[in-house]
Each structure stands twice: as structure tokens, then as C-alpha cells.
């Protein structure tokens, strides 16, 4: 192990002749100037996200995420406590899944496991809103320390000068970001991890001691727990650190113990790398490298997701095109940072192929910080295109690609002030653009709180909704349940879905029930997954309120049509025969007159399941003679028939097996233009 480090002249190369900017007339703000404005920065954005945090809803996969962690919590409790003494540990261990027999223990979850620990301390007796606001804010604490990362990779390559500070800002108020970064504990944890393992790569290719080592074997270990492809840090440093050597023994002269150095390096930092990975992974304990290996198949061909999505306005599966992530990127990035990055990018490879013949002069500490980073993104981009990795919804599963896109970004913009000698009318105009760009994302932040994931650049934002799904989250339905309780005060509430207003008290979640909306929920809570425009129709429901972005709509609350007070208090019928029993062929009602009641609902004593499917029905006057009647609507609970005089009315089951038993029936009549409306609302 070479302490010193493999690039002893490293920082006496210089491959651009960069002017000093403490001559700049726009380094005179001393803020700007300041070594601490980076981090004065952070601490105003970790306050913020406290002031904040709590406003963003539930995710779609939280209680998912949730149970992994559990599952594994639980495992490894198992493994080390011998005697349980807790009662409520007990119980918490008796209702988790066995980690050898869950089905989705392929999933990492080492970073989720501190906040279980908490739960753990409060003796499993947290409430789960409780739980979820703990877990936001890790979440955010994560990530903050990953924009602390990102600023002090930008620092290293281009000096104490205010272009760090702006390239931290990019990533702040890059709003794609800023509100997964509250709940996203799966994609931009990865995003955080990712930064700070890539911090420390660049830390140990500069210096590979053992302590740079250690600390990036761990720090990459955690993201590849996280999501696999974090192992692409370890192939890059392997990568680097072998050029590195090589130049090392070329300058030299020497070989045998270089080489030997360099192999002994190599192993230490694959096995302290692998050793750390075994260590956060409890289901790999077993036998780890078949479970790694396990592990990267499943997720290059993940194949628990069957559903569509709209991409550029058709629903497609999880097969998706080659372009399917470029595409996502240059639409949901803000153009400005899009021109920086490929100027970047385009001028830091004409300066690397003209200088190829003399790599190993050329490739010092700044100019293999640009390669890193250009390596990571394009070789990422080019893998998932060779090996048609699946992808879906949007490119959450890909955000840790934003991080060298974003340092690529800072280099186009470095490159231009430097290319014109940073001459006052340049930096002016820069520094407009720069400013203008914030501000809009600031600005947009602000007014969109808190559904800054929906973010589309400004050339997107008004063909997006027909032509891509516009959120993946639906952290927004939260707010619906909110919307319910302000309009609405009984006791009991029944809505289209459930979960997603867990992060709420639990004196407000005890008001709602879950029924679906083919039984009558009394609020139908929609999403934009999968819809092409802002016209959702939903028969039996009336759209009372929505929640709109850049004039898309993401969710809408539906209030049910029929109402208690439609139905006919006191009806006198009597069923046929008398004492029912469960049947599977058809139920008969008797009135004590002629009715035309056009209104029913039916409930059963039984399941849902047994609810009649394709029911028919027919009435009579005598009893005799049975006509049947069209049903104008349904939703398996109210039905709706066309106008008709009877004293008879028989409900049949067509090709149902399921044994069934109408425990009780309300009967009403409505008129037509109520008719239209529930129809056709």
C-alpha cells in the first residue's frame, strides 16, 4: 500500500491556464469569496427542510419500503438477542415475515434499518404517522449530507471561488429533487450515497491509503445495498486506480513491486468492499455471493412490475426504447443545465482525445475528476441501452445519473468564463443567466409546494400531459384526505383508497374507511398514472376538487352521487321465501303495492367477493309474468334501472357460483336528469 499516494505530482500539472479570480471584479462579494458560504448555504437548507418536511404526503411504496426494513430488522434481532425481553418486541417479531422465506428480500435496505432501530427504542409503541415523519426526516438528513459531498468534489476540482457555491445551488433547487428528497427513501437516498461514495473514490484514486480505502468501501458498499448499480463506482475506481499504477511504474522504471503493490491493493479494496456489503445485507449472510449475484440479475431485468406508462403518448410497459432515459432527463432538467452539460461534456472530450498520446501527463488530479464523472454517466447510459435494463413510471430509478450530469454542467460553465478570461462582460452575462435560472426554480419550488417531483422544464410543461406520466410519488393524495376532513365532519368516511393518509394523526385516519369505488366509496381519490389529458371521467362521481400543476392535473377527488337521501325511508316488501338462505341462483321481493322505484342497493351478509356479478333482473305485477329490466348503471352495491310499475322484482346471478345473501335492501327513486348526471357526470 503506497501511502503517499499514486500521483505524487499531481497537483503540479496544470492542463488549463485558469486566471486567478481573486482579481475578478465579481469575486468582491465577500459572501461569494467566503470558504464557508458552501456551508452557511446548507445549514439555511437543512433549516428549511425542518420548517418543511412535514408537508409532503405519503409515497406509493412507503409501506413496502417500510416492511422490507422490518422484515430485516427483525432477522437480525433474531440472530443477536438470543432472549427477547420485551413483550412489544415479541409481538413485532410474531407479525413480521421470516427474512429466509420474504419474497422480496433482494431488496438492500441497510440504510432504512436505523429508523426501525429508533422504533425499537420506543418499544415498537410509535405511531405510524410518527414513523413516517421519522423517516422523512432521515431521508432529508441523508441527502443534505450528500449535497455536503457534491460541494466539496466541486471544491476540490475548481477551487474556493464561487463556482462550487453555484453548482450547489443547481443541485439544491433543482426541483425534480427538492421534494423527493423529504420521502423518497429508495432513489434519492441512492442519490445521496451515490455522491458520497463518489466523493470518497475520488479521495482514495488521489491518495489510496487505507483510510481512504476503508471509508470508500463502505460508503460504496451502503450504495450498492441500496440500489446494485452503485457497484459501477467500484469498476471505475478499479479502472482508475489500475492507469494510475501503470503511470506510476512507466515513470519509475520499476515494475515488481509496483505491480505487486498495486494487486495487493486491489484485493483489499474488492474484499473490504464485499466484507462491508455482506455485513449491512442480512440475506446474503447465508451464502453471500450467490445472493449478489442473485441480486444484480433480478434488478438488471426486474421483473415484479406488470403494469403501463405514457412516454411520448403512448402506454408502454416496462420494455422500454433506448432513448427512454435520455429522453426523461432532457425534459425534466432545466435547459440551461442541459447546454452546460453537453458543452462540458463535448469540450472536455476534444481536449481529452487531443490529448491521448500523453494520457499519462495529461490525466492529473482535475483532469481525472472531468473523466470520472464523464465515465459515469455515459458508460451508465450506454449499459442500460446493451443491456435493455427495464425501466418505468419516469427515471427515478436512474436520478443518481443527475449527480456527474450536474458536475459536467459546472464544467461547461467553469470552461466558458475561463475561455474568455473571465472578462467582465461575460461574467456578467453569465452570471444573469445563472441567476434567472435559480430564481425560476426557486420560484417554481415555491409555488408548487410541495409538488416539486412533478417538475417539467419549461419547453415540456404544457405537452407533458398527454405525452408522459406525470408524477410518480402521489404524495398528493395525502392532501386529498386532508381535503376530506376539511369539508366533511362525520364520524366515519369511506374512500376509494387507503395508506396514503397514514402520515396523519391517528384521531383523523380513524375517521376513514376503505371501500373501493365499485362499492360506493363516498370519495374517489384519482391519480394521473396513465392518463393521457385532465378529463377523467368516473360514472356514479362528480369532481369537487383537484390538485393542478402548471395547468396538469395530478389527482382529483370524487364525491359519490347517490345520496341517503334518495332512498325511501319506510319500504314495505317482504322477501320470497322468508327465512333466506345462502343461494346461488336468484332472490325474490314481494311489495305491498305497485311501486316504481328505479333506485337499489343491495348488501350481502357475506364477503365482497359474493357480491352478485352480471346480475339480471326482472319484475312483475302478478307475480306471473316476468319482464326484465335494463339496468341503466351499476357498481355492484346501487343499482339503477329503467322506469317500470311492478309489485315483483326478482334479482338473478348469471354464471356465478359464489353462494350469496342480500342482507338488507333500500329502494328509491330518482329522476333523469339525476340519472344523466351520475351516467354521464
Known amino acids: 500500500m503506497q501511502k503517499n499516494g499514486v500521483l505524487p505530482d499531481i497537483q503540479s500539472h496544470k492542463s488549463l491556464a485558469e486566471p486567478n479570480l481573486e482579481t475578478l471584479e465579481f469575486e468582491r462579494l465577500r459572501f461569494l469569496k467566503n470558504k464557508r458560504a458552501g456551508y452557511i448555504l446548507l445549514v439555511i437548507y437543512f433549516f428549511v427542510g425542518l420548517l418543511i418536511y412535514k408537508d409532503y404526503g405519503v409515497p406509493v411504496d412507503t409501506h413496502s419500503q417500510l416492511r422490507h426494513s422490518r422484515v430485516n430488522y427483525r432477522y437480525i434481532i433474531n440472530f443477536f438477542e438470543s432472549k427477547i425481553k420485551s413483550d412489544n418486541t415479541r409481538k413485532f417479531i410474531e407479525r413480521t415475515q421470516d427474512l429466509n422465506t420474504y419474497g422480496s428480500k433482494h431488496y438492500g435496505v441497510a440504510l432504512q434499518l436505523l429508523p426501525v432501530a429508533i422504533e425499537h427504542i420506543n418499544d415498537f409503541q410509535m405511531d405510524i404517522s410518527n414513523v413516517l415523519l421519522l423517516r422523512s426526516l432521515y ?106 499504477t501503470v503511470r506510476e511504474i512507466y515513470q519509475k522504471g520499476k515494475y515488481s513491486k509496483d505491480v505487486f503493490n498495486g494487486i495487493i491493493t486491489l484485493l483489499l479494496l474488492l474484499i473490504s ?138 464544467l461547461g460553465l467553469s470552461d466558458i468564463l475561463i475561455r474568455f478570461h473571465y472578462k467582465k462582460p461575460v461574467v456578467g452575462i453569465i452570471s444573469l443567466i445563472m441567476i434567472w435560472v435559480l430564481a425560476s426554480n426557486a420560484i417554481w419550488i415555491i409555488r408548487n409546494h410541495p409538488y416539486q417531483a412533478t417538475y417539467f422544464n419549461i419547453f415540456m410543461r404544457k405537452s407533458a400531459v398527454y405525452n408522459f406520466e406525470r408524477e410518480t410519488y402521489r404524495t398528493f393524495l395525502t392532501d386529498l384526505f386532508r381535503y376530506i376532513l376539511s369539508i366533511d365532519d362525520r364520524d366515519k368516511i369511506s374512500t376509494s383508497l387507503g395508506t396514503f393518509h397514514n402520515i396523519l394523526p391517528k384521531e383523523m385516519r380513524d375517521r376513514f374507511s376503505t371501500t373501493s369505488y365499485q362499492f360506493g366509496a363516498d370519495y374517489l381519490l384519482l391519480a394521473a398514472r396513465g392518463r393521457k389529458n385532465n378529463d377523467w371521467k368516473s360514472p356514479g362521481y362528480k369532481e369537487i376538487y383537484n390538485i393542478s400543476v402548471d395547468g396538469y392535473k395530478l389527482a382529483a377527488l370524487k364525491k359519490y352521487l347517490i345520496r341517503e337521501n334518495m332512498f325511501t325511508v319506510d319500504s314495505n316488501f317482504k322477501l320470497i321465501p322468508e327465512n333466506p338462505q345462502k343461494i346461488i341462483g336468484s332472490v325474490e321481493y314481494e311489495f305491498d303495492e305497485i311501486v316504481s322505484y328505479n333506485l337499489f342497493r343491495l348488501h350481502v351478509r357475506d364477503h365482497r367477493r359474493s357480491y352478485p356479478r352480471n346480475l339480471r333482473v326482472f319484475t312483475s305485477i302478478d307475480g306471473d309474468d316476468y319482464k326484465e329490466v335494463k339496468i341503466i348503471w351499476n357498481n355492484r352495491v346501487d343499482y339503477i334501472l329503467e322506469d317500470r310499475e311492478y309489485k315483483y322484482i326478482r334479482f338473478i346471478k348469471n354464471n356465478d357460483e359464489i353462494p350469496w345473501v342480500i342482507s338488507s335492501i333500500k329502494t328509491g327513486h330518482i329522476h333523469t336528469n339525476e340519472i344523466n348526471e351520475i351516467v354521464n357526470p
Open 139 to 244: 431521508i432529508f438528513i441523508n441527502y443534505v449530507f450528500g449535497c455536503l459531498c457534491f460541494y466539496l468534489i466541486l471544491r476540490k476540482r475548481f477551487g474556493d471561488n464561487y463556482i462550487p457555491l453555484v453548482g450547489l445551488l443547481m443541485l439544491i433547487l433543482y426541483p425534480r429533487f427538492f421534494g423527493p428528497a423529504f420521502f423518497d427513501i429508495k432513489n434519492l437516498m441512492f442519490v445521496a450515497w451515490y455522491t458520497i461514495s463518489t466523493y470518497f473514490a475520488l479521495k482514495f484514486i488521489e491518495t489510496p491509503s487505507i483510510k481512504n480505502m476503508l471509508l470508500f468501501s463502505f460508503t460504496v458498499a451502503i450504495s450498492t445495498n441500496t440500489r446494485v448499480v452503485g457497484i459501477s463506482i467500484v469498476l471505475l475506481v478499479i479502472a482508475f486506480y489500475i492507469f494510475y
Open 273 to 410: 468492499f464485499f466484507g462491508f456489503y455482506t455485513f449491512i445485507t442480512p440475506a446474503s449472510w447465508s451464502n453471500p455471493i450467490r445472493f449478489f449475484i442473485d441480486t444484480i440479475i433480478k434488478f438488471a431485468y426486474f421483473d415484479n412490475w406488470n403494469g403501463t406508462h405514457l412516454f411520448m403518448g403512448d402506454l408502454i410497459s416496462k420494455d422500454v426504447p433506448w432513448y427512454y432515459v435520455p429522453v426523461w432527463m432532457a425534459i425534466t432538467i432545466p435547459v440551461v443545465y442541459t447546454l452546460f452539460f453537453y458543452y462540458g461534456s463535448f469540450v472536455y472530450f476534444v481536449k481529452f482525445m487531443k490529448n491521448i498520446k500523453k494520457l499519462f501527463i495529461f490525466l492529473d488530479i482535475k483532469n481525472m475528476m472531468d473523466l470520472f464523472m464523464l465515465s459515469a454517466i455515459w458508460c451508465s447510459l450506454i449499459g442500460f441501452i446493451l443491456i435493455n435494463a427495464y425501466f418505468y413510471v419516469d427515471w427515478h430509478h436512474t436520478y443518481f445519473l443527475f449527480i456527474p450530469f450536474l458536475y459536467l454542467a459546472v
